[in-house]
């Protein structure tokens, strides 16, 4: 009986000694596991305020230059008056689109001016939106979020571009991070201004490359606000 009892009891710790190192590598994965969590998460809080530090600088110029054109902005000279405000609208695009916005209201003049002005503004960010630069991009979906979500022609370009780029060759352009990037725009966007361009954002969800999964998921979550 006794030696039943031994035999069990070495069998016990034979068992024992073999799960050690089982039990030393589960710990060791979650630890790891755990850490590198932590760390992404740190990661993109120190993005995040780095995002919001960039933010405040480029506010903080673009109000200086804004400061220092106003006096060109009230000149009587119309041809002075054209450059200046097309030299806010493109080096100081989150305050220069408010200057723009009632500099346009004026007369008819300035309203054409103003238009043709956002016309080339739209066209150069949504590119910057597809650039092979992650800077670029992430400058591009800044001035989104602050300047073009109420902006509705910006919308349907954004759509038009984003359809074309999905076959593209270009190598100037980033496909896979373009059409990801306008999928979480798009998500910024308030549902009344995404159903008026419904089934032209259906066809191009429908139509993402099936081999980006992230991108396809992120279109999902689009047609989730528009009903699709």
């Given amino acids: 009986m006794e030696k039943d009892k031994k035999d069990v ?31 992404a998460e740190l990661q993109q809080i120190a993005f995040e305020k780095q995002n919001e530090v960039q933010n405040i600088q480029v506010q903080v110029s673009q109000a200086q230059l804004i400061r220092d054109l106003t006096q060109q902005l009230a000149s009587t000279d119309k041809t002075v008056r054209d450059i200046a405000l097309a030299a806010i609208v493109y080096s100081a695009p989150n305050l220069g689109k408010q200057v723009a916005d009632i500099e346009s209201k004026k007369d008819a003049a300035s ?97 993402l490359p099936s081999s980006n999964s992230k991108t396809k998921d992120q279109g999902n979550v689009v047609l989730k606000r528009i009903g699709g």
């Avoid at 050690?20 to 850490?35: K, S």
């Avoid at 630069?133 to 910006?154: G, V």
Wanted: proline share 2%.
């Fill in 9 to 39: 009891w070495d069998r016990l710790q034979a068992v024992g000694t073999a799960c050690i190192p089982l039990i030393i590598a589960i710990v060791g994965w979650v630890f790891t596991n755990n850490y590198n969590k932590s760390q």
């Fill in 111 to 207: 309203a054409a001016l103003v238009q043709n002005l956002y016309d080339g503004k739209r066209t150069d960010v949504i590119t910057g939106l597809f650039s092979t630069s992650a800077q670029s991009r992430l400058s591009a979906y800044n001035e989104i979020i602050n300047n073009w979500l109420t902006d509705d022609q910006f919308l349907a370009d954004l759509i038009v571009q984003s359809k074309r780029l999905i076959n593209t060759t270009n190598t100037l352009q980033d496909r896979n991070n373009g059409l990801y990037n306008a999928m979480v725009v798009f998500q910024n966007y308030q549902p009344t201004m995404l159903l008026k361009h419904k089934a032209d954002l259906e066809d191009l969800i429908n139509s």
